[in-house]
């Protein structure tokens, strides 16, 4: 599967973004599609993850009750609507995907097809 992350850009703290992630190739229901991102300097770090149906989603502790994961599996896409912006939210997002049917995996390593990554950038 190929994956294309889209809806990044710059917004004030407290303001609201999302973000897409299209993909392409079948059988995009069956994947657990996920966020992560990387801060200049830093690693990159789990943000959030969604089952193939999307009855299940796991979320970063400093991420819960702002950002919201979902996703379209007619439109082959998934989202991550962010809310409450702050600034050591901005880095580069890329969304994730595998085929594996957990979706409380956090790791990096964990998940096999990536999208380019969409820069979000919060100022104060």
């Known amino acids: 599967v190929q994956l294309q992350a889209s809806g990044g850009g710059l917004v004030q703290a407290g303001g609201s973004l999302t973000l897409s992630c299209a993909a392409s190739?079948?059988?995009?229901?069956?994947?657990?599609m996920a966020w992560f991102r990387q801060a200049p300097g830093k690693e990159r770090e789990f943000v959030a993850a969604?089952?193939?149906?999307?009855?299940?989603?796991y979320y970063l502790d400093s991420v819960k009750g702002r950002f919201t994961i979902s996703r379209d599996n007619a439109k082959n896409t998934a989202y991550l609507q962010m809310s409450s912006l702050k600034p050591e939210d901005t880095a580069v997002y890329y969304c994730?995907?595998?085929?594996?049917?957990?979706?409380?995996?956090?790791?990096?390593?964990?998940?096999?097809?990536w999208g380019q990554g969409t820069l979000v950038t919060v100022s104060s």
């Open positions: 994730a995907a595998d085929s594996e049917s957990s979706w409380y995996r956090s790791a990096p390593d964990e998940y096999t097809y």
């Open positions: 190739g079948r059988a995009f229901s069956s994947y657990v």
């Open positions: 969604i089952s193939w149906s999307g009855g299940g989603t």
